[in-house]
């Protein structure tokens, strides 16, 4: 009997921490589709994906933000620019306003994507393109009038915290 207690409680204490992470990825989801629908995320961006040769492993500190209407951007460019005022190919560096914002969710299964489009102005015209899945991970792509596309990788971190779901059934 005691030997069954034993296996029971350890049994169960094995399985409590794979129902608290559970928690929260739940909690994780909710957080992430929040950040969206407020229009208030940081992408923390890991990866670079240039049109032509390898993906490139990126240092920390390289980010997309987006504030209600407002964009600030760091990211490195790795691609041919073909008029670019002296000096200033080192990336795409932007804090602007966003223009045409436009975001849908897609549900398949019980997966949800969101993708995002949006344009914003600098020195040049860009198309930002952003796939945000569920778990934060996200796909940006940036079409410009003077550069070759470009491509990233990187995670959201989410600026909005959702309610817990106890608190939504209160």
Do not use: C
Request: net charge negative; no cysteine; aromatic share 10%.
């Amino acid at each position: 009997m005691k030997r069954k207690l034993t296996f029971v409680l350890a049994f169960a204490l094995g399985l409590f921490p794979v129902l608290m992470g559970a928690q929260d990825k739940e909690q994780e989801k909710r957080d992430v589709l929040a950040s969206l629908d407020a229009r208030r995320y940081v992408v923390e961006v890991d990866w670079a994906i240039p049109m032509s040769g390898k993906n490139i492993s990126l240092s920390p500190g390289y980010t997309l933000e987006v504030r209600n209407d407002t964009l600030v951007v760091d990211l490195p460019f790795f691609g041919r620019a073909t008029s670019l005022p002296y000096g200033d190919g080192g990336g795409i560096k932007l804090d602007t306003v966003l223009e045409d914002y436009k975001s849908h969710q897609i549900t398949s299964g019980k997966n949800i994507r969101t993708e995002i489009s949006f344009n914003a102005h600098g020195d040049d015209h860009f198309r930002f393109f952003l796939v945000v899945f569920e778990d934060g991970s996200t796909n940006i792509s940036v079409n410009s009038n003077n550069r070759t596309p470009m491509g990233y990788r990187g995670r959201l971190v989410p600026q909005v915290t959702a309610p817990l779901q106890e608190e939504l059934l209160e």
